[in-house]
């Protein structure tokens, strides 16, 4: 396969050389990543002690950052999957990335359910001594089903590039690469009958990711929806989740869009359209989310449960400024930014889109902590660490791990793969020809 | 040679005697039996003598060296214990009018389950339902529900409810997610968030029935004391108890006894309007309770002569 050699070396700006810049930041992160290993053999050396977990609060950090990193793998599910659904022409530059937020994000969520497990070793008991009646075996089996779709979803958009990265002699890189191209692209040559059913395969797959990516997200929902405990139980866990997901999701992407946009200098490729597109999407999504944040939060404010009020109590004291932020700063300020042309500037956007992040994280963990401290029977106990939840610093350093594997991931994904479908944008100049 | 032979259709033969019997008579007294046969005469002893009880209720002195757990026998235990009495549904119920928080109930459970100091199974609370009604002690063991969320949404069915009402937790198949702690509405259950370095007595077989020892990364919670159900005594807390405060029976038989006094549980609940902590929640529990009228004591005095430990607990305890 063919394509343009400046659209190749724009897009694969890692692949024959290997920046000084690339691995400072990639050292960085691996030092960071190597302080949550460290957190992580204290925390199997001396048990979950540790913590900031105690017997009311079971559940901290790692199931919030669980949460909050299968969101993010919405980004592509969704964003990707509708837009290409729906053969919308924009998508092209920024689809890949969306791809690739969703399984890099979906391989390291898991990994905070074990940090939470107190019981690591025994992990495989999922799969031998299985109950199909707990929202977790649902989740187990969910989190697969959508791990190996996104995956095969992913490698779809995949074979064409490395085709063309095969068949483009300019390419000076190590023997090993091509082989690697050689082997992953499967001997694909862009014959007519090649890409119809390429295509195909992509639209099929792009349906069912959406479908699965739903049910996971629900699934990860019930398993505190089915629970009787107050500001858990609730009906609206479902699908507010998943727009929870779908709204992380594309902040994200929005963030990386701006991220890689100045790292590898792709001004011509990611424009002002794409930022103001996918904040648009931003914001729709942002409406949808509120909506459902509002309504939830409404009618267990307005009623006289006992239990319900004294969560809001807390939340409206102890919980205060992270309700306002979670609740109201972060929704309300990205919608007022990308609402207003005269705000959608690439920066305004890309902070907008912080903010929304930040704020999702913030609202998971209010979802996740009050509830806990607000049991039935009320909390009597001399021990501070029993009453109010805190993490300590292994949690910080294990979530600040997260993030790290995150970044490098990406970066030792542009060693190999182009961060820029170039397939789908010689398409789109073909497709702007034909206009 | 000889020798083994004969102790292996010894032990064979006492098996079968124990199956004709019934359930495992007595789990210790197999294990005991079982690792004599094998090893006996193989093995020089070292003549140190360890006391066990029989399953009839005598002190027999046993070879240290004879003692040897099987994986088999905690096995054979694993399914007894998830089979449960046949028979039998247990019910407690604890009379909050007499409840003073000595919390001898407390004691004798941690000692009974040989549980670390800030494991307590058996918790008190000082309640007060709202500001113009009164605060009463409130003991809560583990409700036994008959329908136990805990159960429910437990992934790989460590914790279970047997016919005879009683939820356990086999603690060599908890992986530790805890998603039974956020389940339970009773907050019933505890975890183990560091070594709980308990102090096994020698000899001892892991059985569900008495979840001894506890194990790092895995979940705890009163079990009614099985174990004693087993050999037909009662829950620690309810002998333990100076008040009289905790019945214990059968729902089968409609009687229940605080070790003093023995009464038809469905008169006591009639005569006391007995209800259930937070019925409406529908996880239908196995204890009762009798409202703390005409109280024996006043409340207050549940914090005379406590540590400031204890005290403290109580400090903020009001209306909820």
Redesign the interface.
């Known amino acids: 396969m063919q394509a343009d050699n400046k659209l190749i070396k724009d897009l694969t700006p890692e692949i024959e050389k290997t920046s000084l810049k690339w691995y400072i930041t990639f050292f960085t992160f691996l030092g960071f990543f190597a302080l949550g290993i460290y957190g992580l053999i204290q925390q199997i050396d001396?048990?979950?002690?540790v913590t900031g977990?105690?017997?009311?609060v079971?559940?901290g950090f790692y199931i919030v950052n669980f949460i909050f990193f299968m969101g993010l793998s919405y980004s592509g599910a969704l964003i990707s999957g509708v837009l290409h659904l729906f053969n919308t022409g924009w998508r092209k530059p920024v689809i890949r990335m969306a791809e690739l937020i969703t399984i890099i994000s979906l391989i390291i969520g898991p990994f905070f359910?074990f940090f939470?497990?107190?019981?690591l070793d025994?992990?495989y008991?999922?799969f031998i001594?299985?109950?199909i009646?707990?929202?977790?075996?649902w989740d187990?089996i969910a989190i697969m089903t959508d791990l190996v779709g996104c995956f095969i979803y992913l490698y779809l958009s995949f074979i064409e590039d490395f085709a063309i990265l095969r068949d483009y002699k300019g390419l000076k890189v190590p023997a090993w690469k091509k082989k690697l191209y050689k082997i992953l692209s499967l001997g694909f040559n862009g014959t007519e009958k090649e890409l119809k059913i390429l295509a195909n395969a992509r639209t099929i797959m792009s349906v069912m990711i959406i479908a699965i990516a739903i049910i996971v997200y629900s699934v990860l929902a019930w398993?505190f929806g089915?629970?009787?405990?107050p500001g858990?139980h609730s009906t609206i866990f479902g699908p507010y989740f998943v727009i929870a997901a779908v709204f992380s999701g594309t902040g994200l992407l929005i963030i990386l869009m701006w991220i890689f946009r100045k790292v590898y200098h792709l001004e011509e490729y990611i424009t002002k359209r794409h930022f103001v597109n996918v904040g648009v999407l931003l914001t729709v999504i942002a409406a949808f989310y509120g909506y459902f944040t509002f309504s939830d939060y409404l009618t267990k404010w307005y009623g006289s449960i006992?239990m319900d009020s004294?969560l809001i109590d807390k939340l409206f004291s102890d919980y205060y400024s992270l309700f306002i932020f979670a609740n109201y700063i972060g929704i309300i300020l990205p919608c007022i930014i990308i609402a207003f042309p005269r705000f959608r500037t690439i920066p305004n956007i890309t902070v907008a889109a912080v903010i929304a992040l930040l704020a999702l994280w913030v609202n998971r963990y209010i979802i996740v902590i009050p509830t806990?401290e607000t049991?039935?029977?009320?909390?009597?106990?001399?021990?501070p660490d029993w009453i109010n939840y805190s993490p300590t610093w292994v949690e910080w350093s294990l979530t600040l791990a997260g993030v790290s594997i995150f970044v490098m991931l990406f970066m030792l994904v542009s060693k190999i793969a182009p961060i820029i479908s170039i397939s789908e944008m010689q398409e789109q100049d073909k497709d702007e020809i034909l206009k | 040679m000889k020798e083994l032979e004969e102790n292996e259709s010894e032990m064979s033969s006492r098996r079968n005697f124990l199956k004709k019997v019934g359930i495992g008579v007595g789990a210790v007294s197999i294990a005991g039996v079982a690792g004599t046969s094998v090893i006996a005469g193989t093995k020089s002893k070292s003549g140190e003598k360890i006391k066990l009880l029989s399953p009839d209720g005598t002190l027999v002195e046993v070879d240290k060296d004879d003692i040897k757990p099987a994986k088999e026998i905690v096995e054979e235990l694993k399914t007894e214990a998830r089979k449960g009495l046949p028979n039998r549904k247990f019910v407690m119920v604890i009379d909050l009018a007499r409840c003073k928080n000595a919390r001898k109930c407390v004691e004798a459970c941690q000692e009974g389950h040989l549980l670390p100091k800030d494991h307590e199974w058996m918790k008190l609370f000082l309640l007060q339902d709202d500001l113009s009604t009164a605060r009463y002690w409130f003991p809560r063991p583990c409700f036994h529900c008959d329908k136990p969320m805990c159960v429910s949404v437990c992934p790989v069915g460590a914790t279970y409810k047997r016919p005879d009402g009683v939820v356990l937790i086999d603690n060599q198949r908890c992986i530790g997610c805890k998603f039974c702690m956020t389940g339970c509405p009773y907050s019933a259950r505890v975890f183990n968030w560091k070594d709980p370095e308990v102090k096994v007595p020698a000899g001892h077989v892991y059985n569900p029935e008495d979840n001894i020892p506890a194990v790092e990364g895995t979940v705890g919670k009163c079990i009614f004391c099985a174990d004693n159900l087993r050999k037909n005594i009662l829950p620690r807390c309810v002998t333990a108890c100076p008040m009289g405060v905790i019945y214990f029976g059968d729902l089968l038989e409609d009687t229940i006894t605080n070790s003093t006094e023995t009464v038809r549980f469905s008169k006591i609940m009639l005569d006391r309007a007995g209800y259930r902590y937070r019925e409406e929640l529908g996880t239908l529990p196995s204890v009762y309770y009798l409202p703390p009228t005409q109280r024996m004591f006043p409340v207050e005095s549940g914090l005379e002569g406590t540590d400031e430990s204890i005290k403290g607990r109580y400090k903020n305890a009001g209306p909820r």
């Open positions: 001396k048990g979950h002690i977990m105690r017997d009311n079971v559940w359910i939470c497990i107190g019981r025994r992990l008991f999922l001594h299985p109950r009646q707990s929202p977790i075996t187990v398993i089915v629970t009787l405990q858990w006992k004294i806990l049991p039935f029977l009320p909390i009597q106990d001399t021990r």
